[in-house]
């Protein structure tokens, strides 16, 4: 279900390095479970998603602050993402952990998209770019 990121002959990552994805602020309310591979097909309800704080967000992926549930690198997760700080509608995006620390009872992860569909990636372009126009106008 999750393959790893390919790289190019010339070394290069082949979606483009997710450092230098421009990233924005977020700041609100998401959820997110972590997703077990061994499973051929993964169902899981919905009470399964811990909360978390979305704190940035890229197209390459997002930060979350974790105050319930534990992450640890390499895990893959589904991230509930809100298309705005109070908005109902959402996507689900598959995520591996590639950073995580805890500090103070609470956990911060860093996560990076993998296998994002033309309409998931659409709609956090969309996103990304509503959210860039909100910081620009409120500057």
């Known amino acids: 279900m999750?393959?790893?990121?390919?790289?190019?002959?010339?070394?290069?990552p082949r979606f483009g390095d997710r450092r230098t994805a421009k990233r924005q602020a977020a700041g609100w309310q998401s959820r997110y479970r972590v997703v077990d591979q061994a499973r051929e097909h993964v169902h899981y309800a919905d009470d399964d998603f811990e909360p978390c704080v979305l704190l940035g967000l890229s197209v390459e992926?997002?930060?979350?602050?974790?105050?319930?549930?534990d992450v640890a690198v390499g895990d893959h997760v589904e991230l509930d993402l809100p298309l705005?700080?109070?908005?109902?509608?959402?996507?689900?995006?598959?995520?591996?952990?590639?950073?995580?620390?805890?500090?103070?009872?609470?956990s911060r992860a860093v996560l990076e998209f993998v296998e994002v569909g033309d309409l998931e990636r659409a709609l956090l372009q969309r996103l990304l770019r509503d959210l860039n126009h909100d910081t620009s106008q409120s500057a």
Do not use: M
């Open 2 to 12: 999750f393959n790893r990121r390919t790289r190019r002959p010339d070394g290069r």
């Open 61 to 69: 992926g997002a930060g979350l602050h974790v105050t319930d549930g």
């Open 84 to 106: 705005g700080p109070h908005k109902r509608a959402s996507i689900h995006l598959r995520a591996e952990v590639r950073h995580a620390s805890v500090d103070d009872d609470a």
